[in-house]
Structures are given as C-alpha cells and as structure tokens.
C-alpha cells in the first residue's frame, strides 16, 4: 500500500509545479500590482448600424454580436440595463469586449480594450468556469486536474508520514497548526467587515 501511495504522491507532483508557478507569478503581480509598470490600456469605440429581429433572443443576439465584431472571448450573461439598453460583455485574458445595443435596437456601440500584460496575467489567475469555448473547457479541466492533484498531494504526504516515521508530534503539530491557519483564514476573509 505504502509504494502505492509512493507512486500517488509522486505523480500528483509532477502534475503541479507549471500550474502552481503561473499561479505564483500571478498572484505576486497581483498582490503587488503597484511595483509593476502599468501603461495604459488600448481602447477602441465605434458605433455601428444594426438591424435584430423582435424575435431574436439574447443569447443568440450575444452571438451574433460576437462574431459580427469579432469581439474574443467567454461571453458574459446579457444585462438589460435601466435606461433599456442591452449589454453584452466578453472577457479572454488580454482583451476585453462589450456591445451595447441602443434601447431600440438600431444601433450598437463597440468598445474593445486591449489590457496590459499585467492585468492579462491578473485576469488568468482569475479564469473559472467551463463554457466560452474548447480553450476554456480545456483550462477548466487543467484547473481541476490540479485541484485534485494537490489533495491527492497532500493526502498521500500525511499518510507516508504517518505510516514511515515513528515519531509523529511535530507531525501532528505542524499539521495542527496549518489547518488552524487556514480555518482562521477562511473564517476570517468571511466573517470579518
């Protein structure tokens, strides 16, 4: 059981380390955006004729935009806004679209933003989801292939240490006190105003 384990750890390792230094690099920018150069973003707006049929539902008028404007990216639920215009976001890491349909239907402005390299890698550590596409689902799977590998990871640690050494305190207490940290964390990310 023991080599089983072995091999578990050791593979679910080699799943991880590219995943985890993109998530590093990322992260880092991140938390310390302001170290980083940050130029400004590339912003594109044209207004354009349209003609949408009464019938046509949103889902599909968001499609359509889509490719019309060849607008990249996952595409965000349509939002009716107040004044009854229709917007339509698409987001892919690097860019960033939107159609705004006039209330009546006759126009739509397109805006497009081109981002920094930093915000693009700010947008990758933060892509969730399936759907958007067959490069999305495939990050998607990657996402949960190593979500799973890092429990498997951990798991398979605790029980080969658990079943090759003989003494187990600072074992127990170093596990201790990482579950307390991250109970505490996650306790205190929700609870705290």
Known sequence: MCNFMRKLHLYAGLVLPAFILMYFVSGYILVHGPWFANPPLVKVTQEYPLAVSAETSLAQMSIDLQRQFNLRGKRQPPQQLDDGKLRF???HPGMFGEALV?????????KQETMTWRITLNQMHRLYGYG???LYNIWAAIVDLCAASMIVFALTGIYMWYVLTTRHLLGWILLGANVGLALFT???LQFAR
């Open 89 to 91: 976001a698409y987001v």
């Open 102 to 110: 006039a209330a009546d239907r006759s126009t739509v402005t397109v």
């Open 132 to 134: 958007g596409g067959w």
């Open 186 to 188: 996650i306790a205190y």
